[in-house]
C-alpha cells in the first residue's frame, strides 16, 4: 500500500514565478491537507480539501489556491513567487468522518531564488 | 499567535536515557494530541496521540503524559537509542473542525552512542 506520495521531490524557481506542487494520498483517503515548513519551524496550515472544495484554510494570501481531483489527489498553486516561499511542502492525507489521524507524504523542496 | 509552545529546542542524551519533551497549549478547544516524528529530508510521522480523556498513553517506549488543567502535555521517550535521533513534533487539533493541525516548533533529539 502507497502512502502519500508527492511531485516533484525539488524545485528551483525564480522571484515572480508559478508553481505547482502535486499530491497523491493514502489509498482509502478522502482529505488532503497542506502545510508550509520553513527551516527549523513547524508545519504550518495553508489548507485542506474534501469532496474538492476548500474546507479550511490557514493564514495565507490568496497566491496560494489549491484543487483536489475526483480521484482525492491535489494540486497547489503558488503565483508570484516570493523569496520567503522558500519551504518544504508537505501534503497530509486522512479520512475525514472516520479518522482525526493525518499522513505526512515526503515533501516537496521549494527554493525561490 | 503560537499556540502551540515546545521545549526544549534542542536536546541530547545518552543511549538509554530518558527523553522528555514538553508542550503547552492556549486553545481549550483542542481535542486531540498527536506527536510527530521527522527525520531530515522525510516527512513528519505520526508516533503517539492522546486525547483529554486520559491523562496518560504508553505504546511501547513512548509515553505521553497529559495535564488537562494545566492544558501542557509532554512525550516521554524510554531507553533512548540512537535511533531516536530526529525531530519531535508536538501538535494539537480541533476534531470536530476537520483536524487542521497547530504544530510546536519543534525538538530536535540527539542520542549519543
Known amino acids: 500500500d502507497a502512502g502519500v506520495t508527492q511531485s516533484p521531490t525539488h524545485l528551483i524557481k525564480t522571484r515572480g514565478q508559478q508553481v505547482t506542487l502535486r499530491c497523491s494520498p493514502k489509498?482509502?483517503?478522502?482529505?488532503v491537507s497542506w502545510y508550509q515548513q520553513a527551516l527549523g519551524q513547524g508545519p504550518q496550515f495553508i489548507f485542506q480539501?474534501?469532496?474538492?472544495?476548500?474546507?479550511q484554510r490557514g493564514n495565507f494570501p490568496d497566491r496560494f489556491s489549491g484543487h483536489q481531483f475526483p480521484n482525492y489527489s491535489s494540486e497547489l498553486n503558488v503565483n508570484a513567487l516570493l523569496l520567503g516561499d522558500s519551504a518544504l511542502y508537505l501534503c497530509?492525507?486522512?479520512?475525514?468522518?472516520?479518522?482525526?489521524?493525518?499522513?505526512f507524504g515526503p515533501g516537496t523542496r521549494l527554493t525561490v531564488l | 499567535q503560537q499556540q502551540v509552545k515546545q521545549s526544549p529546542q534542542s536536546l541530547i542524551v545518552q543511549k538509554g536515557g530518558i527523553s522528555i519533551i514538553n508542550c503547552a497549549y492556549e486553545?481549550?478547544?483542542?481535542?486531540?494530541f498527536p506527536w510527530y516524528q521527522q527525520f531530515p529530508g522525510k516527512g513528519p510521522a505520526l508516533l503517539i496521540a492522546?486525547?483529554?480523556?486520559?491523562s496518560e498513553k504508553k505504546e511501547g517506549r513512548f509515553t505521553i503524559s497529559f495535564n488537562k488543567s494545566a492544558k501542557q502535555f509532554s512525550l516521554h521517550i524510554m531507553d533512548s537509542q540512537p535511533g531516536d535521533s530526529a525531530t519531535y513534533f508536538c501538535?494539537?487539533?480541533?476534531?470536530?473542525?476537520?483536524?487542521?493541525?497547530?504544530f510546536g516548533e519543534g525538538t530536535q533529539l540527539t542520542v549519543n552512542p
Open positions: 497530509a492525507s486522512s479520512q475525514l468522518r472516520v479518522y482525526n489521524e493525518q499522513f
Open positions: 489509498s482509502g483517503h478522502d482529505t
Open positions: 480539501y474534501y469532496e474538492e472544495e476548500e474546507r
Open positions: 486553545n481549550t478547544a483542542f481535542d486531540y
Open positions: 492522546i486525547r483529554p480523556d486520559v
Open positions: 501538535a494539537a487539533s480541533i476534531e470536530t473542525s476537520g483536524s487542521r493541525l497547530t
